[in-house]
């Protein structure tokens, strides 16, 4: 299975009322993961549009190991 590594920093848009990256940032991360997965494996989202095609994500599931605070990455 291919493998992408993304990096991304926590600005202060991201945090919740508690304090930490909310749970939305998470799957919007996972987003741009997926699309870079796609573009590293040459089915960049354009271009399956293009052929008619879709990707639809049906589920998604996180366990959440720790929590990230402003300023980590």
Not at 22 to 27: A, E, G, K, M
Request: aromatic letters at 12%.
């Amino acid at each position: 299975m291919k493998k992408v590594i993304c990096d991304f920093e926590v600005y202060p848009y991201h945090i919740d009322f508690i304090g930490h990256v909310s749970n939305i940032v998470y799957i919007q991360w996972m987003e741009i993961a997926r699309c870079k997965l796609l573009e590293e494996i040459g089915l960049p989202v354009h271009r399956i549009a293009e052929q008619g095609f879709v990707p639809v994500l049906v589920r998604t599931e996180i366990d959440y190991k720790q929590p990230l605070y402003l300023g980590e990455t």
